[in-house]
T-cell receptor
């Protein structure tokens, strides 16, 4: 079983829509969580960290549920430029090893 | 500011040849990571350096793979001899002190072994 599991999608949404998706992690000792974004044929880039209390960054909202071991990402008012693969990432307790999910693909259409 | 710089961006080689991938981390970052990405296996950590010292090489697939970091501004990943199954995108990433979860990736090297 992979340490971080994601629905691969794709999520096809119209511009302006709200899209949300989750990922689950298996290692309860995971310390920190992140969402990275990867555009087609590009490198992953940090989108946002995920805090226990939940956090927002503009149109993006991340939530962490430690009891159920899942992380969510919500994108409001989707833009064409939001089309990408979103990687859910857990930092394991050894403080350096990132465990990447396989990614959720989002396509925003005009 | 310059980000993580990798070279070459693309490499096409024949089976059995030696391949060397290069990485220059962001200045001031003391952690460096080499990853491999394929459709089948996603992103896999190959090796992690901290302060130029290899800390975790458990992801290096075989003895054919080796990595070095002779100084804080340069690292290499070598495959000798290369095989077709090594075809993948290889990313180098670096992170600042105390923030290993915040990793900055280079543009990657797309390797094709024929």
């Amino acid at each position: 079983r992979k340490e971080v599991e994601q629905d691969p999608g794709p999520f096809n949404v119209p511009e302006g829509a709200t899209v949300a998706f989750n990922c689950t992690y298996s290692n309860s000792a995971s310390q920190s969580f992140f969402w990275y974004r990867q555009d087609c044929r590009k490198e992953p880039k940090l989108l946002m960290s995920v805090y226990s209390s939940g956090n927002e960054d503009g149109r993006f909202t991340a939530q962490l549920n430690r009891a159920s071991q899942y992380i969510s990402l919500l994108i409001r008012d989707s833009k064409l430029s939001d089309s990408a693969t979103y990687l859910c990432v857990a930092l394991l307790s050894n403080d350096y090893k990132l465990s990447f999910g396989a990614g959720t693909t989002v396509t925003v259409r005009a | 500011d310059a980000g993580v710089i990798q070279s070459p961006r693309h490499e096409v080689t024949e089976m059995g040849q030696e391949v060397t991938l290069r990485c220059k981390p962001i200045s001031g970052h003391n952690s460096l990571f080499w990853y491999r990405q394929t459709m089948m296996r996603g992103l896999e950590l190959l090796i992690y350096f901290n302060n130029n010292v290899p800390i975790d090489d458990s992801g290096m697939p075989e003895d054919r793979f080796s990595a070095k970091m002779p100084n804080a501004s340069f690292s290499t990943l070598k495959i000798q001899p290369s095989e077709p199954r090594d075809s993948a995108v290889y990313f180098c990433a670096s992170s600042p002190p105390g923030q290993q979860g915040i990793q900055y990736f280079g543009a990657g090297t797309r390797l094709s072994v024929l």
